[in-house]
T-cell receptor, first 112, second 113 residues
Framework: DVKVTQSSRYLVKRTGEKVFLECVQD?????MFWYRQDPGLGLRLIYF???????EKGDIPEGYSVSREKKERFSLILESASTNQTSMYLC???????????FGPGTRLTVT | RKEVEQDPGPFNVPEGATVAFNCTYS??????FFWYRQDCRKEPKLLMS???SGNEDGRFTAQLNRASQYISLLIRDSKLSDSATYLC??????????????FGDGTTLTVKP
């Protein structure tokens, strides 16, 4: 079974703080993704990575950065958290570019 | 117009009913298709891939119509446990968008006793 884990289920941060969200997958998948999900807006892709040290912008990269130093780990960084970044953040991985994605349990981030 | 559009919900059906969801996509370069299920406040989970020839998994049947650019999901003999939001997903295989998934907004199904 593919397992994707995220560092926190719930997180509360203050405006302006730097926030790190960690994601780890244990199936040697090449591709990893970060999404946010908001009511009425669906799943939106923030960043993705096809290989170690590679990253591509998704549809809403502003205010975020990512890091992939090891194949199994993909980190999402909020450089200076803002209230409009309050959301559910979902990490996913896939074996190849056309394969299905497997999601982690999500991190519900609240920025106050 | 959204790239992936799903039937607006919610669908409220009695146990045992048959229900069908449709999903249309606008990008003819889409190559891979999936249905995911998402329970309230949980992550999406893969329900099934959708193949050109259609595929069935127990009470669930998925079909793809490339000419009309839509996929469908049929659930027979609905169970209470089928209550969830169903997400349609399409992926491009080639070009700069290869590997990116486009998600529909989801259709909510409630199965009632």
């Amino acid at each position: 079974d593919v397992k994707v884990t995220q560092s926190s289920r719930y997180l509360v941060k203050r405006t302006g703080e730097k926030v790190f969200l960690e994601c780890v997958q244990d199936m040697d998948h090449e591709n990893m993704f970060w999404y946010r999900q908001d009511p009425g807006l669906g799943l939106r892709l923030i960043y993705f990575s096809y290989d170690v040290k590679m990253k591509e912008k998704g549809d809403i990269p502003e205010g975020y950065s990512v890091s992939r130093e090891k194949k199994e780990r993909f980190s999402l960084i909020l450089e200076s958290a803002s209230t409009n970044q309050t959301s559910m953040y979902l990490c996913a991985s896939s074996l190849g570019r056309v394969n299905e994605q497997y999601f982690g349990p999500g991190t519900r981030l609240t920025v106050t | 117009r959204k790239e992936v559009e799903q039937d607006p919900g919610p669908f409220n059906v009695p146990e045992g009913a048959t229900v069908a969801f449709n999903c249309t996509y606008s990008n003819s370069a889409s190559q891979s298709f999936f249905w995911y299920r998402q329970d309230c406040r949980k992550e999406p989970k893969l329900l099934m891939s959708v193949y050109s020839s259609g595929n069935e998994d127990g009470r669930f049947t998925a079909q793809l119509n490339r000419a009309s650019q839509y996929i469908s999901l049929l659930i027979r003999d609905s169970k209470l446990s089928d209550s969830a939001t169903y997400l349609c997903v399409v992926k491009e295989e080639f070009n700069t968008n290869a590997g990116k998934s486009t998600f529909g907004d989801g259709t909510t199904l409630t199965v009632k006793p």
